[in-house]
């Protein structure tokens, strides 16, 4: 099983700033296959890049994903009040998929 | 647009079998090239991929639940379904329908979860 390691696993900053997060695997994930969700309190999560690059329909060109191999990225380029929530990384590639631990994004 | 809706009982106690039901609309599960499936969240924990069917009815779970898991679809209802078996509390958690495409794994699209927590 693939494990992905998420950091840091929380951040504090201010609307306008920008933010990057990083997900590490255990193994190279199958076709780059690493999404990344947004969840809210009480919400399911959301999905936001699919293959590591690839924003979903609908979302933001702020939201950004980039890497290969075990090594991946995440970027918000300028924060929004709406996006202070929870920021998880899947590998979909092998199974059993796995999720990383999550980095929560908070509002300093 | 594809909706997904769990149901479910919320209460299950300990060493019974959790069911629960994902209806779907806008999508036919029996012809759309997708995936559906399951996933959990344990209070304050993170997400776990407990398993998917295709539309061939083949089926694909995860190896630490596989022993208690099924995951089948009833097509003229155009819903499928989970059900775990010798449930402990340690299966307390957010049950979420998902859909996928691309791998069995994939989960782009979410149900807003149902709650199952496991109590006598």
């Known amino acids: 099983e693939i494990v992905l390691t998420q950091s840091p696993g929380s951040l504090s900053l201010s609307p306008g700033e920008g933010a990057t997060l990083s997900c590490r695997a255990s193994?190279?994930?199958?076709?780059?296959?690493l999404a990344w969700f947004q969840q809210k309190t009480g919400q399911a999560p959301r999905l936001l890049i699919y293959?590591?690059?690839n924003r979903d329909v609908g979302i933001p060109d702020r939201f950004s994903g980039s890497g290969s191999g075990t090594d991946f990225t995440f970027t918000i380029s300028r924060l929004e009040p709406e996006d202070f929530a929870v920021y998880y990384c899947?590998?979909?590639?092998?199974?059993?998929?796995?999720f990383g631990q999550g980095t929560k994004l908070e509002i300093k | 647009q594809v909706q997904m809706q769990e149901s479910g009982p919320g209460l299950v106690k300990p060493s019974e079998t959790l069911s629960l039901t994902c209806a779907v609309s806008?999508?036919?599960?029996?012809?759309?090239?997708?995936?559906w499936g399951w996933i959990r969240q344990s209070p304050g924990k993170a997400l776990e991929w407990i398993g998917s069917?295709?539309?061939?009815?083949?089926?694909y779970y995860n190896p630490s639940l596989k022993s208690r898991i099924t995951i089948s679809a009833d097509t003229s209802k155009n819903q499928f379904s989970l059900n775990l078996a010798s449930v402990t509390a340690a299966d307390t958690a957010v049950y979420f329908c998902?859909?996928?495409?691309?791998?069995?794994?994939?989960?782009?699209?979410w149900g807003q979860g149902t709650v199952v927590t496991v109590s006598s």
């Open positions: 293959g590591a690059s």
């Open positions: 998902v859909r996928g495409v691309s791998t069995p794994y994939a989960c782009g699209m």
């Open positions: 193994q190279i994930v199958t076709n780059n296959y």
């Open positions: 899947q590998q979909y590639g092998s199974s059993p998929g796995t």
């Open positions: 069917i295709y539309k061939s009815g083949s089926t």
């Open positions: 806008g999508a036919s599960i029996s012809s759309t090239n997708c995936f």
